[in-house]
Protein backbone atom coordinates (compact mmCIF):
# COMPACT_ATOMS: atom_id res chain seq x y z
CA UNK A 1 0.00 0.00 0.00
CA UNK A 2 3.00 2.26 0.53
CA UNK A 3 4.22 1.97 -2.51
CA UNK A 4 1.00 2.36 -4.71
CA UNK A 5 0.69 5.77 -2.62
CA UNK A 6 3.85 6.87 -3.54
CA UNK A 7 3.21 5.74 -6.76
CA UNK A 8 -0.15 8.02 -6.97
CA UNK A 9 2.29 10.72 -5.89
CA UNK A 10 4.69 10.61 -8.62
CA UNK A 11 1.95 10.37 -11.08
CA UNK A 12 0.17 13.90 -9.94
CA UNK A 13 3.69 15.51 -9.49
CA UNK A 14 4.23 14.14 -13.67
CA UNK A 15 0.50 15.75 -14.16
CA UNK A 16 1.31 19.00 -12.12
CA UNK A 17 4.72 18.92 -14.21
CA UNK A 18 3.28 18.85 -17.81
CA UNK A 19 0.55 21.13 -17.06
CA UNK A 20 2.54 23.86 -15.86
CA UNK A 21 4.94 23.20 -18.88
CA UNK A 22 2.14 23.15 -21.46
CA UNK A 23 0.68 26.00 -19.87
CA UNK A 24 4.34 28.28 -20.44
CA UNK A 25 5.12 26.49 -24.03
CA UNK A 26 3.99 28.83 -26.25
CA UNK A 27 6.19 31.41 -24.54
CA UNK A 28 9.08 29.19 -24.39
CA UNK A 29 8.83 28.34 -28.16
CA UNK A 30 8.48 32.58 -28.52
CA UNK A 31 11.72 33.18 -27.10
CA UNK A 32 13.54 30.45 -28.46
CA UNK A 33 12.23 31.63 -32.18
CA UNK A 34 13.01 35.04 -31.65
CA UNK A 35 16.88 33.93 -30.47
CA UNK A 36 17.13 31.49 -32.98
CA UNK A 37 15.42 32.49 -35.82
CA UNK A 38 14.71 28.97 -37.11
CA UNK A 39 11.43 27.13 -36.59
CA UNK A 40 13.70 23.56 -35.98
CA UNK A 41 15.70 25.02 -33.49
CA UNK A 42 13.03 26.81 -31.39
CA UNK A 43 11.52 23.04 -31.82
CA UNK A 44 14.21 21.56 -30.30
CA UNK A 45 14.96 23.94 -27.81
CA UNK A 46 11.62 23.79 -25.95
CA UNK A 47 11.69 20.11 -26.48
CA UNK A 48 14.95 19.89 -24.57
CA UNK A 49 13.78 22.14 -22.18
CA UNK A 50 10.53 19.77 -20.91
CA UNK A 51 13.46 16.81 -20.80
CA UNK A 52 15.03 18.44 -18.80
CA UNK A 53 11.72 19.45 -16.72
CA UNK A 54 10.48 16.01 -16.43
CA UNK A 55 13.79 15.60 -15.03
CA UNK A 56 13.82 17.62 -12.21
CA UNK A 57 13.85 16.18 -8.65
CA UNK A 58 10.34 16.26 -7.02
CA UNK A 59 11.99 18.05 -4.00
CA UNK A 60 12.73 20.99 -3.58
CA UNK A 61 9.85 22.23 -6.01
CA UNK A 62 10.67 24.86 -8.32
CA UNK A 63 9.27 28.38 -6.91
CA UNK A 64 8.65 29.71 -10.12
CA UNK A 65 8.14 27.30 -13.55
CA UNK A 66 7.94 30.39 -15.48
CA UNK A 67 10.86 31.95 -14.56
CA UNK A 68 12.69 28.48 -14.16
CA UNK A 69 11.75 27.16 -17.64
CA UNK A 70 12.64 30.83 -19.61
CA UNK A 71 16.13 30.20 -17.78
CA UNK A 72 16.27 26.95 -19.16
CA UNK A 73 15.06 27.43 -22.75
CA UNK A 74 17.35 30.92 -23.27
CA UNK A 75 20.72 28.98 -21.97
CA UNK A 76 19.57 25.99 -24.52
CA UNK A 77 19.38 28.17 -27.25
CA UNK A 78 22.76 30.91 -26.10
CA UNK A 79 24.21 27.77 -25.98
CA UNK A 80 23.28 27.05 -29.91
CA UNK A 81 23.59 29.95 -31.55
CA UNK A 82 27.41 30.46 -31.52
CA UNK A 83 27.62 27.02 -33.24
CA UNK A 84 24.56 28.20 -35.58
CA UNK A 85 26.32 31.94 -36.62
CA UNK A 86 29.56 30.17 -37.21
CA UNK A 87 27.33 27.66 -40.06
CA UNK A 88 25.68 31.00 -40.99
CA UNK A 89 29.07 32.60 -41.70
CA UNK A 90 29.58 29.96 -44.71
CA UNK A 91 25.97 29.85 -46.03
CA UNK A 92 25.32 31.01 -49.61
CA UNK A 93 23.67 34.19 -49.92
CA UNK A 94 21.74 36.38 -47.36
CA UNK A 95 20.53 34.53 -43.86
CA UNK A 96 17.13 35.21 -43.66
CA UNK A 97 15.05 33.45 -40.89
CA UNK A 98 12.41 31.03 -40.96
CA UNK A 99 9.25 32.14 -42.13
CA UNK A 100 5.65 32.40 -39.76
CA UNK A 101 2.31 32.11 -41.44
CA UNK A 102 -1.10 33.66 -40.24
CA UNK A 103 -1.46 33.50 -36.28
CA UNK A 104 -0.84 29.49 -36.23
CA UNK A 105 3.09 29.78 -35.33
CA UNK A 106 3.08 27.46 -32.07
CA UNK A 107 2.13 30.65 -30.18
CA UNK A 108 5.42 33.23 -30.51
CA UNK A 109 2.99 35.94 -31.59
CA UNK A 110 0.50 37.04 -29.30
CA UNK A 111 0.54 33.78 -26.95
CA UNK A 112 3.65 34.93 -25.01
CA UNK A 113 2.59 38.11 -24.35
CA UNK A 114 0.28 36.93 -21.08
CA UNK A 115 1.65 37.44 -18.04
CA UNK A 116 4.39 39.77 -19.72
CA UNK A 117 4.20 43.10 -18.04
CA UNK A 118 4.05 46.70 -19.86
CA UNK A 119 7.52 48.43 -20.28
CA UNK A 120 8.50 51.67 -21.26
CA UNK A 121 7.03 53.19 -24.38
CA UNK A 122 10.26 51.77 -26.48
CA UNK A 123 9.54 48.31 -25.41
CA UNK A 124 9.55 46.04 -28.41
CA UNK A 125 6.41 44.56 -28.56
CA UNK A 126 5.37 40.84 -29.29
CA UNK A 127 4.41 41.54 -32.97
CA UNK A 128 7.20 43.89 -34.14
CA UNK A 129 9.72 41.21 -32.76
CA UNK A 130 8.88 38.46 -34.61
CA UNK A 131 9.07 40.43 -37.70
CA UNK A 132 11.42 39.73 -40.20
CA UNK A 133 13.45 42.82 -40.68
CA UNK A 134 14.23 43.11 -37.15
CA UNK A 135 15.18 39.24 -36.83
CA UNK A 136 17.51 40.00 -39.72
CA UNK A 137 18.81 42.77 -37.78
CA UNK A 138 19.15 40.84 -34.33
CA UNK A 139 21.28 38.43 -36.10
CA UNK A 140 24.31 41.35 -36.68
CA UNK A 141 24.38 41.00 -32.38
CA UNK A 142 26.61 38.42 -30.46
CA UNK A 143 24.64 35.59 -29.08
CA UNK A 144 24.99 37.02 -25.70
CA UNK A 145 23.48 40.44 -27.27
CA UNK A 146 20.65 38.78 -28.90
CA UNK A 147 19.59 36.84 -25.80
CA UNK A 148 19.87 39.41 -23.70
CA UNK A 149 17.80 42.04 -25.91
CA UNK A 150 15.05 39.37 -26.62
CA UNK A 151 15.01 38.55 -23.11
CA UNK A 152 14.43 42.32 -21.54
CA UNK A 153 13.39 44.46 -24.54
CA UNK A 154 10.28 41.56 -25.79
CA UNK A 155 9.52 39.44 -22.70
CA UNK A 156 10.95 41.97 -19.82
CA UNK A 157 12.67 39.38 -18.07
CA UNK A 158 14.61 40.76 -15.26
CA UNK A 159 18.75 41.09 -15.44
CA UNK A 160 19.38 38.13 -12.94
CA UNK A 161 17.30 35.76 -14.69
CA UNK A 162 18.99 36.55 -18.20
CA UNK A 163 22.48 36.74 -15.79
CA UNK A 164 21.92 33.07 -15.21
CA UNK A 165 20.81 32.31 -18.82
CA UNK A 166 24.27 34.02 -20.25
CA UNK A 167 26.85 33.11 -17.49
CA UNK A 168 27.15 36.91 -16.50
CA UNK A 169 26.73 39.39 -13.88
CA UNK A 170 23.20 41.06 -13.68
CA UNK A 171 25.45 44.31 -14.74
CA UNK A 172 27.17 42.85 -17.34
CA UNK A 173 23.79 42.12 -18.71
CA UNK A 174 22.59 45.11 -18.32
CA UNK A 175 25.39 46.75 -20.36
CA UNK A 176 24.52 43.73 -23.18
CA UNK A 177 20.69 44.90 -23.25
CA UNK A 178 21.80 48.90 -23.10
CA UNK A 179 24.43 47.89 -26.07
CA UNK A 180 22.00 45.41 -28.35
CA UNK A 181 19.67 48.63 -27.89
CA UNK A 182 21.23 51.20 -29.08
CA UNK A 183 22.43 48.91 -32.16
CA UNK A 184 18.83 47.57 -32.79
CA UNK A 185 17.65 51.12 -32.71
CA UNK A 186 20.42 52.50 -35.58
CA UNK A 187 19.90 49.63 -37.88
CA UNK A 188 16.49 48.86 -37.38
CA UNK A 189 14.57 49.79 -40.85
CA UNK A 190 12.02 52.80 -40.56
CA UNK A 191 8.26 50.54 -40.47
CA UNK A 192 4.95 51.36 -40.19
CA UNK A 193 2.75 50.34 -37.30
CA UNK A 194 -0.53 50.79 -39.30
CA UNK A 195 -1.67 47.42 -40.19
CA UNK A 196 -4.06 48.79 -43.22
CA UNK A 197 -1.59 50.81 -44.49
CA UNK A 198 0.89 48.14 -45.05
CA UNK A 199 -1.77 45.63 -46.22
CA UNK A 200 -2.52 48.60 -49.10
CA UNK A 201 1.05 49.26 -49.70
CA UNK A 202 1.59 45.41 -50.14
CA UNK A 203 -1.80 44.66 -52.57
CA UNK A 204 -0.37 47.93 -54.71
CA UNK A 205 2.82 46.40 -54.96
CA UNK A 206 1.40 43.01 -56.06
CA UNK A 207 -1.45 44.74 -58.83
CA UNK A 208 1.60 46.37 -60.20
CA UNK A 209 3.59 43.05 -60.54
CA UNK A 210 0.36 41.10 -61.84
CA UNK A 211 -0.98 43.98 -64.10
CA UNK A 212 2.34 44.36 -65.49
CA UNK A 213 2.31 47.44 -64.74
CA UNK A 214 6.10 48.69 -64.56
CA UNK A 215 6.13 52.46 -63.72
CA UNK A 216 3.08 51.51 -61.04
CA UNK A 217 5.61 49.09 -59.65
CA UNK A 218 8.30 52.02 -59.28
CA UNK A 219 5.80 54.48 -57.13
CA UNK A 220 5.57 52.01 -54.57
CA UNK A 221 9.45 51.53 -53.68
CA UNK A 222 11.21 53.70 -51.75
CA UNK A 223 14.02 55.01 -53.42
CA UNK A 224 16.70 53.39 -51.29
CA UNK A 225 14.38 50.14 -50.84
CA UNK A 226 16.82 46.86 -50.03
CA UNK A 227 15.90 43.61 -51.34
CA UNK A 228 17.61 40.31 -49.97
CA UNK A 229 16.67 36.94 -51.04
CA UNK A 230 17.66 33.63 -49.72
CA UNK A 231 18.34 30.75 -51.84
CA UNK A 232 20.78 28.98 -49.59
CA UNK A 233 22.53 27.48 -52.84
CA UNK A 234 19.31 25.38 -53.21
CA UNK A 235 17.45 27.89 -55.72
CA UNK A 236 18.25 30.54 -57.69
CA UNK A 237 18.48 33.56 -55.55
CA UNK A 238 20.48 37.33 -55.63
CA UNK A 239 23.58 36.50 -53.65
CA UNK A 240 23.99 39.86 -52.49
CA UNK A 241 20.82 42.45 -51.83
CA UNK A 242 19.70 44.27 -54.55
CA UNK A 243 19.56 48.45 -53.39
CA UNK A 244 17.60 51.17 -55.08
CA UNK A 245 14.00 51.43 -56.62
CA UNK A 246 15.33 50.99 -60.50
CA UNK A 247 17.25 48.15 -59.90
CA UNK A 248 15.02 46.23 -57.11
CA UNK A 249 12.23 46.89 -59.69
CA UNK A 250 14.09 45.48 -62.94
CA UNK A 251 14.98 42.57 -60.38
CA UNK A 252 11.14 41.78 -59.82
CA UNK A 253 10.73 42.32 -63.17
CA UNK A 254 13.21 39.46 -64.07
CA UNK A 255 11.88 37.23 -61.56
CA UNK A 256 8.16 37.35 -63.04
CA UNK A 257 8.58 37.14 -66.46
CA UNK A 258 11.47 34.23 -65.58
CA UNK A 259 9.34 32.00 -63.12
CA UNK A 260 6.10 33.10 -62.88
CA UNK A 261 3.66 30.55 -64.72
CA UNK A 262 0.01 31.38 -64.26
CA UNK A 263 -1.25 28.59 -65.33
CA UNK A 264 -0.20 26.74 -62.33
CA UNK A 265 1.43 29.39 -60.18
CA UNK A 266 -0.98 29.77 -56.41
CA UNK A 267 -0.39 33.41 -54.90
CA UNK A 268 -1.78 34.41 -52.06
CA UNK A 269 -1.63 37.38 -49.29
CA UNK A 270 -1.01 36.01 -45.94
CA UNK A 271 0.58 37.38 -42.49
CA UNK A 272 4.18 36.93 -43.03
CA UNK A 273 6.10 37.42 -39.12
CA UNK A 274 2.95 39.46 -38.26
CA UNK A 275 2.70 41.65 -40.97
CA UNK A 276 1.11 41.03 -44.18
CA UNK A 277 3.22 39.72 -47.30
CA UNK A 278 3.34 37.45 -50.16
CA UNK A 279 3.43 33.57 -50.43
CA UNK A 280 3.07 31.90 -53.62
CA UNK A 281 3.92 27.66 -55.02
CA UNK A 282 3.86 26.38 -57.99
CA UNK A 283 1.79 23.13 -57.96
CA UNK A 284 4.17 21.67 -61.27
CA UNK A 285 7.04 21.91 -59.16
CA UNK A 286 9.02 23.59 -62.09
CA UNK A 287 9.75 27.22 -60.34
CA UNK A 288 10.54 27.34 -56.34
CA UNK A 289 7.83 28.31 -53.93
CA UNK A 290 8.55 31.38 -51.77
CA UNK A 291 7.49 33.85 -49.27
CA UNK A 292 7.64 37.66 -49.30
CA UNK A 293 8.02 39.69 -45.92
CA UNK A 294 7.70 43.35 -46.37
CA UNK A 295 8.94 46.41 -44.54
CA UNK A 296 7.00 49.44 -45.41
CA UNK A 297 6.94 53.14 -44.11
CA UNK A 298 4.88 56.26 -45.70
CA UNK A 299 3.02 53.74 -48.34
CA UNK A 300 6.28 52.95 -49.78
CA UNK A 301 8.32 49.15 -49.35
CA UNK A 302 11.51 50.39 -47.42
CA UNK A 303 12.33 46.24 -47.33
CA UNK A 304 11.56 42.91 -48.97
CA UNK A 305 12.68 39.63 -47.60
CA UNK A 306 12.67 36.94 -49.96
CA UNK A 307 12.54 33.39 -48.20
CA UNK A 308 13.09 30.70 -51.09
CA UNK A 309 15.34 28.11 -49.63
CA UNK A 310 12.95 25.19 -49.63
CA UNK A 311 14.76 24.01 -46.77
CA UNK A 312 13.66 26.87 -44.91
CA UNK A 313 9.40 26.08 -45.61
CA UNK A 314 9.15 22.56 -45.23
CA UNK A 315 7.39 23.62 -42.21
CA UNK A 316 5.13 25.54 -44.28
CA UNK A 317 1.48 24.21 -45.38
CA UNK A 318 1.91 25.64 -49.03
CA UNK A 319 -0.63 23.01 -50.41
CA UNK A 320 -3.92 25.42 -49.49
CA UNK A 321 -2.84 28.61 -50.97
Known sequence: MPERGHGAADGQVRAERLAQFEELRGRLWGVAYRIMGTVSDADDAVQESWLRWQALPDEPPVESPRAFLTTVVSRICYDLLGSARARRETYVGPWLPEPLLDAATGGPVGVARTGVPDGPEDRVTLDESVGMALLTVLERLTP???TAFVLYEVFAVPFPEIAEA??????????LASRARRRVRAEAPRRTVDRVEHRRTVEAFLAAVMGGDFEALLT???PEVVWRSDGGGKVSAARRPVLGREKVARYVWGLVTRNFAPATMRLAVRDVN????????????????????????DGLITEVDAVLNPDKLGHLDLADL
Open 274 to 297: GAQGLVFADASGEYPSGVFAFTVH
Open 166 to 175: VGRTPESVRQ
Open 220 to 222: VLD
Open 144 to 146: AER
